[in-house]
């Protein structure tokens, strides 16, 4: 079945399936689903069929996402649909689409409607909306999830393959779990919020919903780019999905620091999500989750709900009935903090960012439960506030620390609740998290959404170059997990392949800080063949890096052992006198791990 945008993009390259008969498809889906809460405005059938056809005059091949249907959150503009922010009052008409819609339309994207929210995305619970509740098409008692209920449930439901919600606190993320699909929330920036409606402007960002986190990767790559228009974006290199790291060290919080508020079902969820990282062959390392917890508390105790009540405070004075009772108590709160409390929080703010980049310092992403527990929409309804707030017990702090996330379904519980978990990093690490996560996703072997569509099989990743990368290859320290690996991370580097040289070579261990090792060419045949990985760099990236190299090292040409060239480091032979050979260990990273042991 054609479900997944990759497939679906499949079957229109292929002809078996035309763009114009998947919107079809996706208009007769939401009419047979009979839920008016998913959508807030739809368009025009005819029209969005007569767009589709027109896709015939294109050429396919340059449209990742050629005849995709899409729905977008109503906090994002549509033209020609109004944009409501699910208040009524609010409501206006836009004469041109959010910089991300219209990316996502160039790359042959065709949007459906517009979908519900919690109110101007206050909320992480789905229920705060004039225009009803959707409902979770996974167990139809619970909540969907917020601020992205609509979004969230459109995909899970089938209606369309993709759509786009915002997420400030979690709103990309807690509906990704309750629905049982990807919810990716990409570096602050990385996508332009230019015709957003803000909820806390500083903090916003556009998020993906998607079966898959590969078709998540294809939105964002669409999406991804700066924008004049948007004072907040920022030029950030987006890398390509690689292989799955070896030595791969996640984070989990230390003993006693997790939270589940009394969930046995999330709690066993969540350690069986730990167990099958082990089991992909990552370490798990223990770090101190405390300081994010105290970061989180910043976002609703501090003065970013400021940020909420500017959006608001004219409508607030002029209509305040206007405004749903939950959405009002939170953002009235705003009016009533002092720039001295805006400053103090900054402050401590930026003492809690260090903390969390020291907490990263051996770490290449941090593993979490999306949210502790699950409620019921009478529990919501009930009791609105606490359980909202116990919601985004591990999403609250993510873009106050500037982090990527990437929410990922974990398991069904046994009472049939989907539980899921997220991986966070720092920004600029969007394609690292894919990388690891598409492979977690796979391996779950979960059907995707509500449906019983089984998981495609895991696509291949091309390990040839893309673009203007330049492949280099490492021996030492920047090997995946070794010190300095995150400086190729940095600059938009993705893993390729590990492989090995040819057996021309001999390794040495340098006296330098940090310890790095010297590959030495020596007559073909007569050295060791050294493990290596090769790794893309963007053009310019390459030229940064290559700069950066200190002495003894240098870049040459390594030969592998399938005869392939291909730049690296190497040392000259003047530079290893007194130097202790370790070609026998096949490696560096073999070398240091005995050397640690001893």
């Not at 519980?413 to 690891?436: E, H, N, V, Y």
Request: hydrophobic share 45%; charged share 15%; proline share 7%.
């Amino acid at each position: 079945m054609s479900e997944t945008v990759a497939a679906i993009v499949a079957a229109h390259r292929a002809g078996h399936l035309s763009p114009a008969q998947t919107v079809a498809r996706s208009f007769q889906r939401i009419r047979e689903h009979n839920d008016p809460a998913i959508f807030i405005s739809l368009r025009g059938e005819k029209d969005a069929v007569a767009e589709a056809e027109a896709l015939s005059a294109k050429n396919a091949a340059q449209l990742p996402l050629y005849g995709i249907p899409v729905a977008v959150k109503d906090n994002i503009d549509v033209a020609g649909l109004p944009t409501t922010a699910a208040c009524p009052a609010y409501s206006y008409m836009p004469s041109l689409d959010a910089t991300s819609v219209a990316r996502l339309r160039a790359a042959g994207a065709i949007v459906i409607g517009k979908t519900n929210l919690d109110q101007f995305a206050t909320g992480l619970v789905g229920v705060r909306s004039p225009y009803g509740i959707p409902d979770n098409p996974m167990r139809g008692d619970l909540i969907p999830g917020g601020s992205s209920s609509g979004s969230a449930v459109a995909v899970s439901a089938g209606l369309v393959p993709l759509a786009l919600g915002t997420d400030t606190a979690g709103s990309g993320r807690v509906p990704a779990m309750l629905n049982n699909i990807v919810g990716l929330k990409p570096s602050l920036g990385l996508v332009s919020t230019a015709g957003v409606v803000p909820a806390c402007r500083t903090l916003d960002c556009v998020s993906v919903f998607s079966l898959t986190v590969d078709d998540a990767m294809t939105a964002l790559r669409a999406m991804a780019g700066p924008d004049g228009a948007d004072p907040f974006s920022r030029n950030r290199e987006l890398a390509g999905v690689s292989a799955f790291p070896a030595n791969l060290r996640l984070g989990v919080p230390r003993d006693g620091q997790l939270i589940f508020f009394g969930d046995k079902a999330s709690e066993a969820a969540y350690g069986a999500a730990l167990k099958r990282w082990t089991a992909l062959g990552s370490t798990l390392v223990g770090f101190d989750l405390e300081p994010f917890y105290e970061t989180a508390r910043l976002l609703y105790e501090g003065p970013w709900v400021a940020e909420r009540y500017l959006v608001i405070r004219n409508l607030l004075a002029s209509s305040p009935n206007a405004i749903h009772p939950v959405t009002r108590e939170i953002a009235a709160g705003g009016a009533r903090l002092t720039a001295a409390d805006t400053f103090a929080a900054l402050y401590r703010l930026q003492a809690l960012r260090r903390i969390a980049e020291r907490a990263f310092a051996n770490i290449d992403a941090l593993v979490l439960p999306t949210a502790p527990t699950v409620y019921s929409t009478a529990q919501v309804l009930a009791n609105p506030i606490e359980l909202n707030s116990r919601l985004g017990t591990y999403t609250n702090f993510v873009n106050l620390l500037d982090l990527c996330g990437l929410a990922l379904p974990a398991a069904i519980r046994p009472d049939k609740i989907p539980f899921g978990i997220t991986l966070l990093a720092p920004a600029g690490q969007d394609a690292r998290l894919a990388s690891i996560g598409r492979v977690f996703q796979a391996d779950t072997k979960l059907t995707l959404g509500a449906g019983c569509v089984p998981q495609p099989p895991l696509a291949d990743l091309s390990v040839s170059l893309s673009g203007d990368e330049i492949a280099i290859a490492v021996v030492g320290a920047h090997l995946s997990g070794m010190a300095l690996n995150s400086e190729l991370k940095t600059l938009g580097g993705r893993l390729l392949e590990a492989t090995i040289t040819a057996p021309d070579y001999r390794l040495y261990a340098l006296d330098t800080a940090p310890p790095k090792p010297g590959m030495l060419r020596v007559e073909a045949g007569t050295g060791a063949s050294i493990e290596l990985e090769i790794w893309a760099l963007p053009a310019a990236a390459f030229g940064k890096f290559v700069a950066a190299i200190p002495p003894p090292l240098s870049i040459g040409t390594v030969r592998l052992a399938d005869g392939r060239g291909v730049k690296g480091f190497i040392v000259e032979a003047a530079d290893i006198d007194g130097a202790r050979e370790i070609s026998a260990f096949g490696g560096w990273r073999a070398f240091v791990a005995e050397a640690a042991a001893g």
